[in-house]
Structure formats: C-alpha cells, structure tokens
C-alpha cells in the first residue's frame, strides 16, 4: 500500500486503463463473432474521460434521459462521429423531447402511451431516428428485488396484456432489460419468454436490444455461451440486429478507491473510523448491499485484528463492515476498497458535506493521472 503518488489525496477512485482495455477486449470479441453491437449503460459507468479508449471498441452509449445523451453526444460521439446514442426514460417529459430526440439515434419508450404521446414530434425532428419500445419479458432471476425490473407490478416495460397493436406498427425495434449481474442460463431463460410473447412481432423488425446485467466480463461467465444465443437468435430472425447494453460489465474490477484511516478507538470492538463513505461514496454496499473486499483484509475474526470499518459522516449505519488484519490498524494507514468503478461515482452524493472522492487513471505506461478533484463549491453548488 506503498507507491501512492504524493499529488493524490485520499479518498479518491482509481481507473486502471490496461484492466478496462482489457474488458473492452472481451465485449469486442462477443461483438466480432457475434455480429452484436455492444453499448454503454452510461447510467453504470461514466468516466468519460476514458470514452476515447471505450469508443474504440464500443459501438455508441445508452442514456437514462436528456442528460446521460447530451453526456454520450459531448464526450462519446467526438471520438466516434458514427457512435450511435439510445435514449430510453421510463417517462419522457414534454419540456424535454425536442432535445432528447435532436440527439438520440434510437429512443426507447416505455409505454405505448408514451409512444403515442411523443412519436409524431420525435420523427418530426428527427426523421431519421429509430423507434423502439421497451417490454416487459415478465421473467427475471435478479438477485435482489431492487435491482429486478420484472419482479411485480414492475413500472420497466410494457407487458404483452398491455401492449397494443398500433404501438407496434410503429416501431422499429424492442428492447428488454431483465438482468443483474448474472450469466448465460439466466438470459436463455429471459430469451424463452421474451420469443413466447413477442416473436411474432419479429419479422417487421430492425432490432431487438437485450438491455444490460449481462456479467461478460466477470471470470467464469459463460462467454463462448453468449456468443452462440445470439448467432442463433439472429439466424432465427433473418439475420435481425441485436444490442448488449452492459453497464457494470465494463467497469468490473477496473480499479478501487483508496481511503485513509482518520481514527481508531474501542467501543466493545476495535473500530477505524475513514476519510470515505459507503452511504456517500459506495451506496451499492447499503442498497444491495453487499460486502466491498479491502485489499489484504479477512472477514472478522480472520486475521489478528478485526475492527469495524466506518465512514466520516453521522449516519449511524455509514458502516462498511467489519474486516480483520494482521496488524493493528494506524492513523494515516491507507485502505483500498476493490471494485469500486462501476454504479460508485455515477450515484455519489455530497451527503453531510464530506468531500466527494478525486477520480484518478492509471496509464498504460504506469502513471497516474489525477482527472478531477472535488471540493466546498461542488457542496454548495447543490445547494442554495
Ligand atoms: C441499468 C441498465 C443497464 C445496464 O445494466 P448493468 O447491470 O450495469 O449491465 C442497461 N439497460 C437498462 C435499460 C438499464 O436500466
């Protein structure tokens, strides 16, 4: 835990270049033998200064609304004038449409309402842009049911029941998100139903998107397997377009964020209080939540010494966890939190007012570049 450049002060998040390249590699070789195009989830991962490296490999971005596309467009499109930009919202709003349509290549609707509502004025800016509607495939084997869009009375995507046939004339794709997180079998089983109520809407189709949660990248996944659904799903389909649109696939154990202790002290137990923050700086670990590996550490008890790891701001339950070491923990000791590049900075706040984490990027050649440094103005500026 040595080697930390002096110029960088924790907390801050650090993005290896060679381990996102290397991500980058798997997905495009799903793309290359596939024939799939693979774009961004911006809503997982949106370091945009590392966009030139993804627009090397990744076909476009998918945006949450108006301001992950004006994102995707700025920052995204410059490297790749042909990057394609897919908007989707679970609702559009009026005041928003025109510009939202100006710079989106596709738009996704979630409603057939929605689509009523908005298709005329969206074609009429933009008479070029592809129509999609997201469905509701009503299976899904998500692992919790935060993170689940199928699970009941789901408000992501249209159901079979409530879809009508005048929406679907107009369309040019569908698009269905159902996955976290998860392999090959869990699509296949998403796939079975998805063709069950929708195949036969097909044929007049550009497109099906398969949305994201596809874990390509993790070690194990099924990569071979994924490849061969979707050569057979478009050799099924007369050779029909299909999209990937991970999110966390392509921040996966891409790089950490590194913490300082600030305090240690016995309260029944050895406790270390760190200059970050699982509620502000990593709200998955709360949400999901789930357990973030520090480097070097054990489960409690493990190890010698165990402490409980908490944040620096007054929410009581700001808690980490509780991890063991070999040594005693000291003040100024630097704690590396693994993983922590997707669904981390994208979702951060200025909760209690402690200071958002730096964004730093390891280069190829081994240096560290600081990217961004957060301070009182990015507090206040929320504020007023
Ligand atoms: C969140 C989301 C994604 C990306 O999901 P990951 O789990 O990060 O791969 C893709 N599409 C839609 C519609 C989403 O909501």
């Avoid at 799903?30 to 490296?53: D, H, N, P, R, Y």
């Avoid at 449409?97 to 057939?112: C, G, K, L, Y």
């Avoid at 137990?269 to 970050?276: P, R």
């Amino acid at each position: 835990m040595k080697n930390q450049p002096k110029e960088l002060e924790t907390p801050y998040y650090l993005c290896e270049e060679e381990l996102l390249e290397n991500n980058l590699k798997i997905l495009d070789r799903v793309q290359k033998e596939s024939g799939v195009k693979v774009i961004l989830a911006l809503k997982g991962f949106a370091m945009w200064s590392t966009f030139e490296l993804v627009s090397k490999y990744l076909q476009g971005c998918t945006a949450s609304g108006l301001y992950e596309a004006k994102l995707a467009r700025e920052e995204f499109c410059k490297f790749n004038p042909h990057a394609e930009v897919h908007t989707y919202s679970p609702a559009f709003k009026e005041s928003e449409i025109e510009e939202i349509a100006s710079i989106s290549d596709h738009i996704v609707f979630n409603s057939p309402n929605q689509l009523k509502k908005f298709l005329c004025k969206v074609k009429e800016i933009n008479p070029k842009i592809d129509i999609s509607l997201r469905v509701n495939p009503e299976v899904s084997s998500s692992p919790v049911d935060i993170y689940n869009p199928c699970g009941l009375y789901s408000r992501l995507g249209t159901t079979l029941e409530n879809m009508d046939e005048e929406s679907l004339k107009q369309v040019d794709g569908l698009n269905f998100h159902a996955l976290c997180e998860q392999d090959v079998d869990a699509l296949e089983a998403v796939l079975e139903s998805f063709e069950e109520k929708f195949a036969q809407y097909l044929p007049n189709l550009k497109y099906v998107n398969f949305g994201g949660g596809h874990h390509i990248t993790k070690k194990g996944y099924n990569v071979d397997g994924v490849i061969w659904i979707i050569k057979e799903f478009k050799k099924k389909y007369n050779n029909i377009d299909v999209y990937l649109e991970p999110g966390e696939a392509v921040g996966w154990e891409t790089g950490y964020l590194v913490s300082s202790v600030l305090d240690t002290f016995k309260n029944g137990m050895n406790i270390a209080i760190l200059d970050t923050s699982a509620e502000a700086h990593m709200p998955d670990t709360l949400a999901m939540p789930y357990r973030a590996e520090v480097r070097g550490a054990g489960e409690a008890g493990e190890k010698k010494y165990t402490y409980r790891l908490g944040g620096n701001t007054c929410l009581a339950g700001d808690i980490m966890g509780d991890y063991s070491f070999d040594k005693p923990l000291k003040v100024g000791d630097t704690l590396i939190f693994e993983d922590q590049i997707h669904y981390t900075f994208v979702k951060n706040t200025t909760f209690n007012g402690i200071k958002l984490p730096s964004l730093a990027i390891k280069r190829r050649d081994g240096t560290v570049e600081l990217i961004r440094e957060f301070g009182y103005e990015d507090y206040k500026n929320r504020l007023s």
